[in-house]
């Protein structure tokens, strides 16, 4: 007897973090254009710069990407646990709570209402309410754990229970009131490194590794590689947050370990790497787009986890370090890597869930390319205006505002490429939206 | 039951790994004095001076806008006072390096303003490099003090008569306390002045 998903826990966050991924990457154009005009939208206070950026740090962070893979974990726990969800009734309990939190982000940091420290903005109010829908979702997924089928755990499921566990402790203690001064700073990296490296990272590989055995047809290539990258992230990872104040006001003996540490962040990166190109092995040409978003995916991963710890290194850090080059690294782990992976898992689970086809899989091939190229010169314009932008800060004759006038093309590349990331998401979403409202009769799903 | 063991060890060792390096990189420094021991010449902000904190990050300026000289040459040089600086307020025509941030200047922040992106230039020892007035039109108009500025007019800090409310002036006095908690300029401008009143080494001969 076959188990029957509802997955009405699944739908509903895949939707809403669409909806915010929507808003929020309309607020980090506005944000670009502000580059070109610093006087766009200007004399408001919830519309500056300072007010916006939160949102759309947070916005893309917790509003899209944790939502997303919130909802795909929805999707493949109980499929892998061979069980109906413990409960739908707790996962659409969690959503309108997610939903609270995140509106209520939006206009208590447009109030200006932040505890000012980077991705610890929301207030301890906010902070309460995602540290319980954070404990309903992971009661979720534990209990269906508990009660699953089968025997044998697959990565996936580590890497989920792994984020469950990391997310809450990070979250927790990187908000205690407690830190003051140059602790405070290091507690602040501590949890702002974490939340890329034991949040997103491996809740985006719980979901690749799902997805690219599942959409290519493909065996996982290799048990023991996800075996030893699992441990070496969980064991690597946490000691890493100083090498954002390299040169910075920490004691030099903390600032060498977090740079040995990052540089033996490969090891994991380039196992993971290894199993998922060998998972994608002989797909890579007649890949459709699911495959490619994964593909692209994988890449950017490689890539963003190579700059890393180089970045670390000091003669490299001492060069990038508070420039633009950082911008365009980060986008290419949130947006490139791990968006990139939950965009082809919205696009293999949501036919499945509906059980019928996308409504378009021309626009799913738009919504690729668009992304794909536009995220390139959205990278590599603010990489090499990053570049030289740290070489003239290296020469203090060069006057300050110099510096900032000298980026002005880049910031135009930049503006241009984010006008076409928005443009391919909104194909995404429309591409959603009429495939939730078809009226097509349900059939399985082809696209594979 | 054999197989719950497998999850109940999973999560077991993810918490140690984690313990692991969260003791070594984050609790260790906790207990570090030199972290949290106070500069010699390090005060507590008053409560202007906190007023306008809370301002810079309700505004987000820490977004833009680093507090930390880090300890390179090009930094010190960069976030130091020029010699036209020096000339024009202390008589000394010379170049006085900003001192790196010192873990003692930061104990009063909370939260910490280290910050990490610099759309505009450090701020760690802008605190006595303008004057008031020169803050107040910065934050009217920021194009108008320096061209090319990025920075948003902070207009909601005036009144209808264009006149900084009372927020205003409390940015610009927090402004005003940042690097001071080492007494770097002064020092700096005493510091040359005594080398200047050596008396010049004798030129050796031959080859330096």
Redesign the interface.
Known sequence: METVHEDKSARGFIYVSIVFFLITILIGLTMAI??IF??FL????PL????I??IHTNGVLFGWLLAANMGLAYYVVPRLAGRKLFSEKLGLTTLALWVVIILGAVVTLAA???????YLELNSWLDGLVTIAWVLFGINMFAT??KRKY?Q?YVSL?YL??TI??TA?LWI?GNLPV??????????W?FGHNAVG?IFTPMGLSMAYYFIPKSTGNPLYSHKLSIIGF?TI??L???N??H????????TW?QT??IL?SVSLLIPVWTVITNFYGTLRGKWAQGNYIVKFLLAGTTFYLLTCFQGPMHSLRSVN?IV???DW??GHAHMALFGAFSFFAMAGIYYALPRILKRPMYSDKLGEWHFWLSFIGFLGFAISLWIGGFVQGLQ????TIA???T??AMFPYYVVRMFSGLLIVLAQFLFAFNVLKTARSTTTPVSPVTA | MK??M??VL??L???A??F???Y???IV??T?K???TPTKDARDYTALELQGKEIY????????H?Q?V???L??T??YGMGEEETYKRFGVRALIQAP????G??????????G??????DLARVGGKYDNSWHINHLRD??ST???????????LFDKAGQPTQEAVALVAYLQKLGTNIRWREEGVEQVKRLNALPSPAPKGGQQ
């Not at chain 1, 200007?42 to 206070?45: D, F």
């Open positions: 502000k580059f610093p006087d200007g004399g408001m206070g500056s710069f300072g007010r950026r939160p200006g209402d932040t505890q000012a420290k980077e754990i508990a025997e755990m580590w229970m792994g566990i990391w402790v203690v830190y003051s001064g140059v602790n405070d700073a290091n507690v602040n501590w034991l441990w969980a064991f990872y946490i000691w947050g100083a954002h104040i390299l040169f910075g006001p920490i004691p903390l370990v977090a540490f001492q370090s508070k420039t950082i911008i800060w290296m020469d203090y300050f505002l110099d900032v006038k | 197989f719950e497998k999850a999973l999560v060792f993810v918490a790994f984690m692991l390096g969260t070594f990189t984050m420094p906790l570090d030199a972290l949290y990050q309700r505004e987000g300026c820490w977004y833009c680093t930390q880090r300890n390179l090009e930094e040089q960069r790196p941030t010192e873990p200047e930061c104990v009063y922040d909370k939260p910490h303003m280290l990490t992106r610099r759309v505009g230039p920021p194009r320096s061209p090319g500025s990025l920075m948003p007019a902070y207009t909601w």
